[in-house]
T-cell receptor, first 117, second 116 residues
Framework: AQKITQTQPGMFVQEKEAVTLDCTYD???????LFWYKQPSSGEMIFLIY??????QNATEGRYSLNFQKARKSTNLVISASQLGDSAMYFC??????????????FGKGTRLSVIA | DTEVTQTPKHLVMGMTNKKSLKCEQH?????MYWYKQKAKKPPELMFV???????INESVPSRFSPECPNSSLLNLHLHALQPEDSALYLC???????????????FGSGTRLTVV
């Protein structure tokens, strides 16, 4: 069974500063996918970044990057140069590969990020 | 605008009403999902449709009835709901169920349901 843990219920960051959101996971599979989503108050889940378990390099997408440590089973999201529009709920999620059968996306409890001007 | 369209965006219904939530995507995705999200909680999976067939039903009460008329549409029929069913209902799609792991989901904006 999968398990995603986000230990930071809420985080504050000053505008233009960087912030790291933590995520650890637990799985017995060797192959899996890790995702981060942003959910503003409007409710839509917005895909941010993906890391495959066999990817040797940390994923980056614009101001978003992952600090992926497979041995520690962690995939922390780093947001650089924070903007006021980054204030939202951030969810870490995991999906197993097709050999596991039906394996929907499973979410952590989320971290609410507040960017301060 | 999101590529997964959900209607209505807001819905208030009584406990004796029958209503339907609709979800539509035109990305050629063959897997579609319903999630329920209570306030300050993560989304919880309700149903998975793969190639228009129900493949996962996470023990959801029968007052929720999903329907997938074709590969682009996903409905959620609601009947005799309870106030605790009030939540944000999110629809999502992916290229196909059982694809490589990097096929993430595309979510709609959700329907905010209030049962009175």
């Amino acid at each position: 069974a999968q398990k995603i843990t986000q230990t930071q219920p809420g985080m504050f960051v000053q505008e233009k500063e960087a912030v790291t959101l933590d995520c650890t996971y637990d799985t017995s599979d060797q192959s899996y996918g890790l995702f981060w989503y942003k959910q503003p108050s409007s409710g839509e889940m917005i895909f941010l970044i993906y890391q495959g378990s066999y990817d040797e390099q940390n994923a980056t997408e614009g101001r978003y990057s992952l600090n992926f440590q497979k041995a520690r089973k962690s995939t922390n999201l780093v947001i650089s140069a924070s903007q006021l529009g980054d204030s939202a709920m951030y969810f870490c999620a995991m999906r197993d590969p097709p050999t596991s059968g039906n394996t929907p996306l499973v979410f952590g409890k989320g971290t609410r990020l507040s960017v301060i001007a | 605008d999101t590529e997964v369209t959900q209607t209505p965006k807001h819905l208030v219904m009584g406990m004796t009403n029958k209503k339907s939530l609709k979800c539509e995507q035109h990305m050629g995705h063959r897997a579609m999902y319903w999630y329920k999200q209570k306030a300050k909680k993560p989304p919880e999976l309700m149903f998975v449709y793969s190639y228009e067939k129900l493949s996962i039903n996470e023990s959801v009460p029968s007052r929720f009835s999903p329907e997938c008329p074709n590969s682009s549409l996903l409905n959620l029929h609601l009947h005799a709901l309870q106030p605790e069913d009030s939540a944000l209902y999110l629809c999502a799609s992916s290229l196909r169920q059982g694809a490589e792991s990097n096929y993430g989901y595309t979510f709609g904006s959700g329907t905010r349901l209030t049962v009175v």
